[in-house]
């Protein structure tokens, strides 16, 4: 098994070195800007962490894959951060912000291609279910996107329905990444399926927490605005819950004008009342403790050795437990 320190060593060299073309700079900076404000790379990290459990040394052929994972990730911020106007990203301006809508587009899709490079270095005995299992997921992750923007435009969603909406967006992903690790690593189909759920239902967990942490988060560790899902009136876990709960004018909350920063504070604070008087914040950090246990007896299903699953778990904890 690979240690943690190892990987950790490994992922600060990779991210590090991280190479884009050159020119034209105004295409390519904004990825080197990207991947320089940094980030947990969480999903690279899970795909090594599980090869690791199959293989004991590194190299090019799941290194770049896990890149890609990363890259296609950052892809993906880049044009949500367009659709939903946010204006930081992990403290600092983002890209559309930064230069503009045209340019941060044209550079998230070379960064779409660059991520399909990297992943196409996965070892030839299983490039092609490699190259299969990422263009699934970069395919649901669009689904999940559109999703998330049809939801804007209705007056109710059902739990169900966000569920499989954040399954798609961020679930799968994860997902992904803990069975490509597993895929290039030599471990068995079976292994490789648990290894998915523990991720997508960490996933799960993962989107559910964000959603808490957009409304009762520290702006400095959140790395954005705080109440911004209140302020764009968006289906959120807690507005859904809310709603579920019978939180009385939680529509009309959502709904008011939120131009100033005035009417901004008065609408999150408003919101935030209406949370409270049903419990939703309580209710939010349940179902996040739920879906991470969920997550690890999916993982148990592996057949792993116990410092593997320690491992697992040690992740879950890392991924989901930053402020609860």
Not at 55 to 73: K, M
Request: charge should be negative; include cysteine.
């Amino acid at each position: 098994m690979i240690q943690e320190t190892v990987i950790s060593q490994a992922l600060q060299d990779l991210f590090g070195q991280i190479q884009f073309q050159a020119e034209p700079a105004g295409l390519y900076d904004p990825l080197r800007y990207m991947i320089a404000i940094g980030g947990k790379r969480l999903r690279p990290r899970l795909c090594l962490l599980t090869y690791g459990f199959y293989q004991e040394t590194l190299g090019p052929h799941i290194l770049e894959p896990a890149a890609g994972l990363e890259v296609y990730h950052t892809f993906t911020l880049i044009h949500d951060d367009i659709m939903d106007r946010s204006p930081l990203r992990r403290g600092h301006q983002t890209v559309w912000k930064k230069c503009n809508e045209v340019t941060a587009i044209l550079s998230g899709d070379v960064m779409c291609i660059d991520a399909f490079k990297r992943i196409a270095q996965a070892p030839q005995a299983v490039l092609p279910q490699a190259l299969a299992l990422f263009s699934q997921t970069a395919s649901e992750v669009c689904d999940g996107q559109q999703l998330d923007m049809d939801f804007e435009k209705r007056s109710h969603v059902s739990m169900p329905e966000y569920m499989r909406m954040i399954g798609l967006k961020t679930g799968v992903l994860l997902a992904c990444s803990a069975r490509m690790g597993a895929l290039i690593g030599g471990a068995s189909d079976a292994s490789q399926k648990a290894l998915y759920d523990y991720g997508y239902n960490l996933g799960l967990a993962f989107q559910v927490a964000d959603d808490y942490l957009d409304a009762y988060g520290d702006e400095k560790v959140f790395g954005k605005p705080i109440g911004g899902d209140i302020i764009n009136a968006k289906k959120s876990w807690l507005t859904i819950k809310a709603e579920e709960s019978g939180a009385a004018g939680i529509d009309e909350a959502l709904n008011a004008p939120a131009v100033t920063e005035e009417e901004k504070a008065a609408k999150i604070a408003r919101v935030k009342a209406l949370y409270a008087s049903v419990g939703v914040a309580d209710a939010a950090k349940a179902a996040i403790a739920e879906l991470s246990a969920l997550a690890i007896r999916k993982a148990a299903e592996a057949s792993l050795p116990a410092d593997a699953l320690k491992a697992l778990e040690s992740f879950a904890h890392a991924l989901v437990g930053r402020s609860f």
